[in-house]
C-alpha cells in the first residue's frame, strides 16, 4: 500500500506529563495531537501499547492484543463517576521528570479496582450491555487474557512457568475451578480492558478529526510469559515441558560482540502455515481497528530469523532460519486488504 509523503513526531504516551506519574490515555494526549495539528504533522507514531511485563518494556508485554491499564487516565473515570475527587491525589505526589513503575502501579491498581467496584455498583443498564458487547466481540483473546492475568494477580506475579502443574498445563478442570474462584479478578480484567480500548478510541477518534494519523507498533515476537504462550503452545518452538527451546534474538555486529539474545519465544512456522495464518490474521485485524497504519518490527525477521539455543547466555552461537516469507503476508492480505504498513528491517 502506498504512503503519500508525510512527517509526524514519535512519542510514547509515557513520555507526556501528567500527575499519574507517567503519561495517560488523557488531557496531556490530546494537547499533543492538537500541538501535531498545528504545526502540520499528520503522523503520531507509538510504541506499543500493551501491558508489560518484567522490566516494564513494550515490548515484553502480557498480551499481543490487550491494553497497558496504566495508561488509562484515572481522571476519565472520575468524570465518569467511578472514581472521586480524593482517587486522583497522590501523595507525596510523583516524580515529574522520571517514571518510578512499582509506584505508579501501587497508585493506579487500588484506583483501577475501586472504580470496577463502583462500576458494579451504579453502572445502568445500557452501561452493563455495552460491557458484556465488548467482552463478547474481543472474546477470542479477552477470555484467556483475563484468566491468566488473574490466576498471575493470585500467584504474586509468577510467571505461568512457575504455576501449579494443572493449571500450567491448562487442564480443564483446573481451568473451570480458577474461572470460578478467580471470578472477580476475571471480571476487574474485562472491565480494565474496556475502559482502556474506550479512551484509546476516543483519542483516536480525537486524532482523525484533527487530521492526524496514529502510527502503531507490530512487535515481531510476544513475550514468553505472556497470554499467548500460555494458551496457544502450539504456535511456539517450546519442548514437552513448554519451555523454549531456542529465543529470538541477532549475531553479533559492530554494536556488540556478542549479539543480542532478546530471549522471546519463537514461532512453529509450519503449525502457522497449517492454520492458515489464522493467529497472525487476527493480531494484525485488531492492530488495523486501533491504528490508521503500523509499524512492523524486525522485518528482515520474516525472511530469515536468528534462533539462539536456549541454553546460550549470549547470541554468539545462533543460526540462522528461514522465516514464513511472503506467504505470511499473502494470507494476511487475502484475508484483510491492502496493509498499511511500514517496515523496520533491523
Known sequence: MELERCSGVVLHPTALPGP????????????????????????????PLGPTGFGNSPYQCFS???????????????????????????????DVTRVDYERVIAFVWPRLERAHARFRERATPAMREELARFCADQAAWLDDYA???????????????????PLRLRQPAALARARAELAEGVALQQFVQYVFHGQWQ?????????????????????AYDSAEVWAQRALFALDAQGRPTAVAG??????????????????????H????????????????????LFRVDHFRGFAAYWAVPADQ?????????????????????????????LAEGG
Not at 493470585?154 to 510467571?159: E, N, R, V, Y
Request: one cysteine or more.
Open 273 to 292: 502455515y497449517e492454520i492458515g495464518f489464522a493467529w497472525w490474521i487476527a493480531v494484525v485485524r485488531a492492530k488495523l481497528a486501533s491504528y490508521d
Open 147 to 165: 484468566l491468566f492475568m488473574a490466576i498471575k494477580r493470585a500467584a504474586d506475579g509468577a510467571a505461568w512457568a512457575h504455576w501449579d502443574e
Open 20 to 47: 499519574q506519574g507517567l503519561g495517560t490515555l488523557g488531557d496531556a494526549a490530546y494537547r499533543f495531537v492538537d500541538w501535531l495539528a498545528a504545526a502540520g504533522q499528520q503522523l503520531w507514531q507509538l510504541c
Open 202 to 222: 476516543q483519542l483516536r477518534a480525537h486524532a482523525q478529526g484533527q487530521g492526524v494519523r496514529l502510527v502503531g507498533d507490530l512487535p515481531i515476537y510476544v
Open 250 to 271: 541477532v549475531p553479533p555486529d559492530y554494536f556488540s560482540a556478542t549479539g543480542q539474545r532478546w530471549g522471546n519465544p519463537l514461532y512453529d512456522w509450519v503449525e
Open 313 to 341: 547466555p549470549t547470541a554468539q552461537h545462533g543460526r540462522w532460519e528461514p522465516g514464513p516469507g511472503a506467504a505470511l503476508f499473502l494470507a494476511l492480505t487475502k484475508a484483510l486488504g491492502p496493509l498499511p504498513i
Open 64 to 94: 499481543a492484543f490487550a491494553g497497558n491499564p496504566l495508561l488509562i487516565d484515572l481522571e476519565r473515570l472520575q468524570r465518569a463517576g467511578w472514581l472521586g475527587a480524593d482517587d486522583l491525589v497522590p501523595e507525596p505526589p510523583f
